[in-house]
């Protein structure tokens, strides 16, 4: 914990710990991770700043990766014997063990034509997965290590790619690739990789060129926050406006998508209204997050919790109106919630 700024957040996390709720301990544990980044908001008008956003961006981001790690993890525990891990521990042998297990026979025998080979040889895992589900998992360094062993396969610029992308997404980088880079990257996948029969090649190229972002590769991101991790991985920020309209994704622009384009309906939220609750959050629409969960009368309790700790951490924007609605517009038009209102109408 860095300070009492944030100390609510986890506090809730750690109470949340206690209860078998892993929907909602889940979503603790996402502002929790959230609230790493270096510099924390005092306020919200800070929170608004891009530098802030794509702090907290990289934080949801890394937050998906941990949670996929986990899931691979406990999918190869539950099958030792069919996923051969054996004793070498590592990302890149978890990743390679849990493809036996989704691709059993590796290429040979799929439905999906993977490209440009195996890793380690023929009876290897294909290649454009194990660099996929390395990234998805957080482990930029396993992929560059993938993508330099087999440039022979993959050319060198794929390799030179990679490694750019692994040292600007490193822990301490501020900035992204470079625009020269990102136009290689996006050249070279409008020319071929679009065509590609392998659909863990054009997730790759879409993430670490952060190109063609209405593709929602539905045969890669096949759950909710497979589809979440791709999209915080292709936001830019406000100032590349010069990018073509099909590469471009802002954080306003994904916020809409989620919101309004998509919405409850897409997310099934009355079924799962907390898998909708956390894709808000790591969208940073806090305020439509609190507005949606007070609605569901099992959660209320849980969105007062939420709403006191956002604002604690200095991250909601809190309405100046307390007689006006839950969600509402500030003057600077920016989404702000009504804390008072809904602290007042559970003391009832």
Same mark, same amino acid.
């Given at each position: ?175 992204? $690739? ?95 209204? $907390? ?6 959050? $790591? ?66």
């Amino acid at each position: 914990m860095s300070g009492l700024q944030h100390s609510l957040v986890h506090a809730f996390r750690d109470i949340a710990e206690k209860f078998n709720d892993k929907d909602v301990l889940d979503c603790w544990r996402l502002l929790a991770q959230m609230l790493e980044i270096r510099n924390l908001p005092s306020n919200c008008r800070e929170r608004r700043s891009e530098a802030v956003q794509m702090a907290l961006l990289r934080e949801a981001r890394s937050f998906l990766e941990k949670r996929y790690r986990d899931f691979i993890m406990q999918s190869v525990s539950g099958n030792l014997l069919r996923a051969e891990l054996g004793g070498r521990p590592g990302t890149f042998q978890l990743v390679k063990s849990y493809l036996k297990l989704k691709y059993p026979g590796a290429a040979a025998n799929s439905q999906i034509r993977f490209e440009d080979g195996c890793v380690g040889g023929s009876d290897g895992p294909p290649v454009w997965p194990m660099i996929y589900y390395c990234m998805r998992c957080g482990d930029l360094e396993s992929a560059v290590r993938i993508a330099t062993q087999m440039q022979s396969t993959l050319g060198d610029q794929f390799a030179t790619f990679m490694q750019e992308y692994g040292a600007c997404r490193g822990e301490d980088s501020r900035t992204g $690739l470079p625009q020269s880079m990102l136009d290689r990257i996006r050249t070279q996948y409008r020319k071929s990789v679009r065509s590609s029969s392998d659909p863990f090649k054009k997730a790759v190229y879409c993430v670490i060129g952060c190109c063609d972002s209405s593709n929602s590769h539905p045969e890669v991101a096949v759950k909710t926050d497979d589809y979440m991790w791709i999209k915080l991985s292709q936001v830019q920020p406000r100032n590349l406006s010069h990018s073509r309209s099909d590469d471009q994704l802002t954080l306003a622009q994904l916020q809409s998508i989620l919101l309004d384009e998509y919405g409850e309906l897409h997310f099934q939220a009355a079924q799962m209204p $907390l898998l909708y609750f956390r894709v808000l959050l $790591l969208s940073l629409q806090f305020e439509a997050a609190l507005e949606f969960l007070s609605r569901v009368e099992q959660h209320r309790s849980h969105a007062v919790h939420f709403a006191v700790a956002l604002h604690d951490a200095g991250l909601l924007n809190a309405s100046a109106n307390i007689q006006g609605p839950l969600l509402d517009r500030d003057r600077d038009d920016n989404p702000c919630f009504n804390l008072a209102q809904l602290v007042r109408s559970e003391e009832r």
